[in-house]
């Protein structure tokens, strides 16, 4: 189908395209950017008064299938990403049965193809069933596409075989993709280690249970020239570290998510399981740091941790509920409310960190850009359109989430997959607010 985006404001990382254009797409590519375009096509979509992106890229999300399909499946996960302007996601490997080998790899690609309107990369686990004794069959993964190994959800605690595993991956082209957390160190923690933990009787985790896994991290990829990729950075330490890493040359980068450059501690007001995340909301000093790292190019991404729960997992305290979040239909609302209204992030900053630089870490040029000849993966986001929050509408069945009614401004209208449009807003263009 050949669809014309017309009268839309193009924000293109690649390109530096900042400015009004129309957008032209047929054959699944962009095949025009440019004022006026007057060809004929099969639909127009106006997008006046919106931004139009690229497609966003999540790096760390968490899909549930296989063995987990009562949290989410391919088909759920893939139209909240959808709806979310999301059009590649990153699936970790921590399902049932644990991602290990490359027939599991290609399997989930297989279905992903007809169960899921956006595009899935399955990531590959790093040790067999992620138990931490023996190497996965990461040859055999990389041959089925998964481009970068993690255990996510836990370290692998033996160095040894973690470096041996980094080897692998750096020979097969692979990146790491990093869940720093020394689980000896946890010692039955729920929340962070502070004042509100106190308050609320629960056991706390300390910083330096991340901190001591990044740089471990850091040095074992020093030795091994892997590519490292540091999820879900929580901790002002974990920002000075991967700038430390940046500045020595090495093939480092971090991500963060909108909740830990949003939230705090200090807004648990109560034991509320919604609030259980891993790793834990810090303090303000934390917050602080994540988001001046964002602001000047040391933390790399914005991700989303997406890991939905039944609401028998999360609706109970937290030394009970299971540790997660969903972020998906909520990310880019979060970021464009709490980083680009208030200028600590331009929108040409926001495109990198949710699609460009996700791109370039897992070596898919194609995407990432909204460019001639690149893949079709589009959003237009309106800015303009302020709402709260209502976990009720969406589309994961996961509803975990402590951001349930904030106020937030930005809404993605379109999302186009493949030059196909895969999610469409009820009303689109309507200039409807909804306070």
């Known amino acids: 189908m050949k669809i014309l985006i017309k009268h839309g404001h193009v924000i293109d990382p690649l390109t530096k395209r900042d400015g009004w254009f129309d957008v032209l797409v047929d054959g699944g590519r962009i095949q025009k950017v440019a004022e006026g375009i007057m060809d004929e096509a099969d639909r127009v979509i106006d997008a006046a008064g919106c931004y139009v992106l690229p497609g966003f890229i999540d790096l760390h999300v968490h899909l549930r299938d296989p063995g987990l399909t009562h949290k989410e499946t391919l088909n759920s996960g893939g139209r909240a990403a959808a709806r979310g302007g999301v059009t590649t996601v990153c699936a970790m490997p921590n399902t049932k049965p644990v991602i290990d080998d490359g027939k599991k790899v290609a399997d989930v690609h297989r279905r992903a193809k007809t169960e899921c309107p956006v595009n899935v990369i399955q990531i590959g686990a790093v040790t067999k069933e992620q138990k931490g004794v023996e190497l996965a069959d990461i040859e055999g993964m990389a041959k089925a596409g998964c ?60 910083n330096s249970v991340e901190d001591v896994i990044a740089a471990r991290d850091i040095l074992l990829a020093k030795e091994t020239g892997v590519r490292l990729h540091l999820c879900h950075c929580s901790t002002a330490d974990s920002v000075k570290m991967v700038a430390a890493a940046k500045r020595e040359g090495l093939l480092v980068t971090g991500e963060v998510c909108p909740h830990h450059f949003i939230l705090t501690s200090d807004d648990i007001g109560e034991d509320n399981g919604n609030y259980k995340m891993n790793p834990p909301l810090r303090r303000r000093a934390d917050v602080e740091a994540l988001r001046e790292g964002l602001k000047n190019g040391v933390m790399d991404v914005i991700s989303t941790d997406h890991a939905p729960h039944a609401a028998q997992e999360k609706d109970k305290s937290m030394a009970q509920a299971a540790f997660g979040i969903v972020g998906l239909e909520t990310s880019a609302a979060l970021t464009y409310t709490y980083l680009v209204k208030p200028g600590l992030l331009s929108m040409m900053d926001m495109a990198e960190k949710m699609s460009y630089n996700p791109a370039k870490i897992l070596g898919i040029s194609e995407r990432g850009s909204v460019s001639e000849g690149k893949t079709a ?52 263009g309507s200039g409807e607010k909804t306070v």
């Open 147 to 206: 481009h970068a190994i993690s255990e996510d959800g836990k370290s692998v605690m033996d160095a040894s075989l973690y470096r041996k595993g980094m080897k692998l991956a750096k020979a097969q082209g692979l990146s790491v993709f990093a869940h720093c957390e020394d689980i000896t160190m946890v010692e039955g923690g729920v929340m962070n280690a502070d004042e509100n933990a106190k308050r609320l009787g629960l056991k706390g985790i300390t």
């Open 377 to 428: 993966d589009v959003v237009v986001f309106d800015p303009e359109r302020t709402y709260r929050i209502d976990k009720h509408t969406f589309f994961s069945k996961g509803k975990n989430t402590p951001f349930d009614g904030f106020l937030v401004s930005g809404e993605v209208r379109y999302t186009l997959v493949g030059g196909e449009v895969v999610y469409e807003a009820e009303c689109p």
